[in-house]
C-alpha cells in the first residue's frame, strides 16, 4: 500500500506540479522582457515629441503695439502666454495641455514664419494671446499672486520640451475656450486649402451651456475662440 501511495506521489509530482512550476517560471522570466520593450516603446514615443532647446531655447517675440521685437526664453514666455490664455485656477492637468499647445504652436511658427523679423508676436488675433507678468499679477487678487504664478510655471516646466507632432513635425495647433459641444474641421471653418488630417470632428463634454453659433461667432483670423475669464 505504502509503494502505491509512492508511485501515485511519483506520477503527481512529473505530470502534474512539475510542469505547473516550469510554466510558472517562463511566464515570469517573459513578463519583466514585456514591460520592458512596453517602457522602450513610451520612452521612444515621449522621446519623439520632444525638441532640443539648443535649437528653440529662446524665440523673437514682437509685441504688436510697440512694433519693439524682445528675445526671451522660450519656456518663459510660455508662462505668459498660459497665464493669459487660460484662468489660474483651472485644474493643474488643463494648464498643463495648454502649455504643450501652446509649446506646440510656438514652434510651428518658428518653423513657419509669418513675421519677417520675430518669430511670433503677442497680438492674440494674429499669433497666440501673450501678458506680461507684472501686468498679469496686477490683475489678481493680493494673496493669490504668489501661487497662481508658481502653478503656471509648474505646468510649463512639468511639460518643458513636450509638442504635439504629427508625421514627425510639429503640428499647427489651433486652441479654444469652448467649441459648442463639437469641433469643426478646419475647411469648414477658413475654406480650402486648409486640410490638416490631425484635426477632425470630436465631441466634447462639459460644454452644454455653449452653443456651435456661439463659439464660430467668436473666432479670430486663428479660428479659435478667445472668449476666456480671467
Request: net charge negative.
Amino acid at each position: 500500500m505504502r509503494k502505491v501511495f509512492i508511485y501515485f506521489f511519483v506520477f503527481l509530482l512529473i505530470f502534474f506540479l512539475l510542469p505547473a512550476m516550469l510554466t510558472k517560471k517562463d511566464v515570469e522570466a517573459k513578463v519583466p522582457e514585456s514591460e520592458t520593450t512596453k517602457n522602450a516603446e513610451q520612452t521612444e514615443n515621449i522621446n519623439n515629441n520632444t525638441y532640443d532647446y539648443k535649437n528653440y531655447g529662446t524665440i523673437k517675440l514682437l509685441h504688436a503695439k510697440t512694433n519693439e521685437v524682445e528675445e526671451v526664453p522660450l519656456d518663459t514666455y510660455l508662462c505668459n502666454v498660459v497665464s493669459a490664455e487660460m484662468p489660474a485656477d483651472f485644474e493643474l492637468e488643463a494648464l498643463k495641455a495648454q502649455a504643450v499647445v501652446a509649446r506646440t504652436y510656438t514652434i510651428y511658427k518658428i518653423q513657419n514664419k509669418k513675421h519677417y523679423n520675430a518669430d511670433i508676436c503677442d497680438d492674440s488675433s494674429c499669433c497666440q494671446a501673450w501678458i506680461s507678468k507684472e501686468d498679469r499679477l496686477a490683475k489678481w487678487d493680493e494673496d493669490k499672486r504668489e501661487s497662481n504664478w508658481a502653478k503656471i510655471e509648474q505646468c510649463v516646466n512639468e511639460t518643458q520640451g513636450k509638442i504635439i507632432t504629427y508625421n514627425g513635425a510639429p503640428i499647427n495647433a489651433f486652441f479654444h475656450s469652448n467649441s459648442g459641444g463639437t469641433t469643426e474641421l478646419p475647411v469648414n471653418v477658413w475654406g480650402g486649402g486648409t486640410e490638416y488630417p490631425y484635426l477632425q470632428v470630436v465631441e466634447t463634454a462639459g460644454e452644454e451651456g455653449y452653443t456651435q453659433y456661439s463659439s464660430e461667432a467668436t473666432f479670430t483670423r486663428r479660428g479659435v475662440n478667445r472668449e476666456t475669464k480671467n
